[in-house]
Each structure stands twice: as structure tokens, then as C-alpha cells.
């Protein structure tokens, strides 16, 4: 229920995230976007979205593992989409950022979204330096919701014009 914007007091529902009527939510259009992609790494992308929600959702919250999924979810995609067209990453540990900056040179990205993506990257990276006057369960859905959107951003792009 929290990830659908509700949450239960008591006997009460109570929404806290309003969603609009009409609109699923992010994740299940993220998720239908990943599957239209046909990449290899979809089930892997789809599993760290859920887990990333696994962990923000349990009893005893893991908001680390919670932005870590969310994070590996989004270097997974990047790195899918730019091996499909044809990047060949040589040091695993360097796949992120070159891959990144490949799809950036092939124009699949203009530079603004590139620098974008890389900024959303980093700070949900710094979860250790959570802003003043942010929980860390606030600085945890934000950073998410961040991610999921960002992974939705690149994945439409990707699905909506695969040779780009």
C-alpha cells in the first residue's frame, strides 16, 4: 500500500501520495517500458526495482539497500542499452560512466540529459550526506523516486526509438 500512496493507521486508510485517477504507477509503466525494451538485462533491472522497494517496505527498513538497487537498476539499464548498440566496455568497473558517456557520443542522449542523469547518479550515491531537515526515510523515497523515474526517462526513449 505504501508504494501505491496509502498508509494504514488503525482502522484508517489514509492517502499520502496522491495518484492520479487514470494513471498506474511509475513502476508499472517503468516495468512495462524495461519489458518492451527486449534487453537481456530487463529480468536484472526488474529485479533491482523490486528489491530496491523490498527494502524501503520492510518491517526494519534497509534505505541503503533501497538506493543501492535503485542505483545498480539504473547502471544496469544504461549499461544494456549502450552494449545493444554496440559499446564494448572494457574494465566491468568502469562500465557506468563510459557506457553513460557512449550513449551520450551515439546521441541516443544529448548532453543536458547526460549530465542530468549523472547528477541524479551521484546524489542518490551520497546517501551519507542526507540535507538537513530530511529523514532518512525521506531522502530514501526521494532518491528513489528519483532513479525509477530516471530509468523511465531513459527506457522510453530507448523503446520509443531503439535505433536512435
Same mark, same amino acid.
Given at each position: 500500500?505504501?508504494?501505491?500512496?496509502?498508509?494504514?493507521?488503525?482502522?484508517?486508510?489514509?492517502?499520502?501520495? =496522491?495518484?492520479?485517477?487514470?494513471?498506474? #504507477?511509475?513502476?508499472?509503466?517503468?516495468?512495462?517500458?524495461?519489458?518492451?525494451?527486449?534487453?537481456?538485462?530487463?529480468?536484472?533491472? $526488474?529485479?533491482?526495482?523490486?528489491?530496491?522497494?523490498?527494502?524501503?517496505?520492510?518491517?526494519? =527498513?534497509?534505505?541503503?539497500?533501497?538506493?543501492?538497487?535503485?542505483?545498480?537498476?539504473?547502471?544496469?539499464?544504461?549499461?544494456?542499452?549502450?552494449?545493444?548498440?554496440?559499446?564494448?566496455?572494457? !574494465? !566491468?568497473?568502469?562500465?557506468?560512466?563510459? #557506457?553513460?558517456?557512449?550513449?551520450?557520443?551515439?546521441?541516443?542522449?544529448?548532453?543536458?540529459?547526460?549530465?542530468?542523469?549523472?547528477?541524479?547518479?551521484?546524489?542518490?550515491?551520497?546517501?551519507?550526506? $542526507? =540535507?538537513?531537515?530530511?529523514? !532518512?526515510?525521506?531522502?530514501?523515497?526521494?532518491?528513489?523516486?528519483? $532513479?525509477?523515474? $530516471?530509468?523511465?526517462?531513459?527506457?522510453?526513449?530507448?523503446?520509443?526509438? =531503439?535505433?536512435?
Amino acid at each position: 500500500l505504501l508504494l501505491d500512496g496509502f498508509k494504514v493507521d488503525g482502522k484508517t486508510i489514509n492517502s499520502i501520495d =496522491p495518484i492520479i485517477e487514470g494513471n498506474g #504507477s511509475i513502476e508499472d509503466d517503468l516495468t512495462n517500458e524495461i519489458n518492451s525494451s527486449h534487453l537481456s538485462e530487463s529480468e536484472d533491472i $526488474i529485479n533491482h526495482i523490486n528489491c530496491s522497494a523490498q527494502s524501503f517496505l520492510k518491517v526494519e =527498513p534497509d534505505y541503503n539497500a533501497c538506493l543501492s538497487h535503485a542505483r545498480i537498476a539504473l547502471e544496469t539499464l544504461v549499461r544494456g542499452i549502450a552494449k545493444h548498440k554496440g559499446f564494448v566496455v572494457a !574494465e !566491468e568497473s568502469k562500465a557506468w560512466g563510459s #557506457s553513460l558517456n557512449y550513449l551520450k557520443t551515439s546521441v541516443f542522449l544529448n548532453e543536458k540529459q547526460e549530465k542530468t542523469i549523472q547528477a541524479i547518479y551521484t546524489f542518490v550515491s551520497d546517501g551519507s550526506h $542526507i =540535507p538537513l531537515g530530511f529523514t !532518512e526515510k525521506e531522502y530514501a523515497r526521494f532518491g528513489r523516486n528519483l $532513479i525509477t523515474s $530516471i530509468c523511465y526517462f531513459i527506457s522510453k526513449l530507448y523503446t520509443g526509438n =531503439p535505433n536512435a
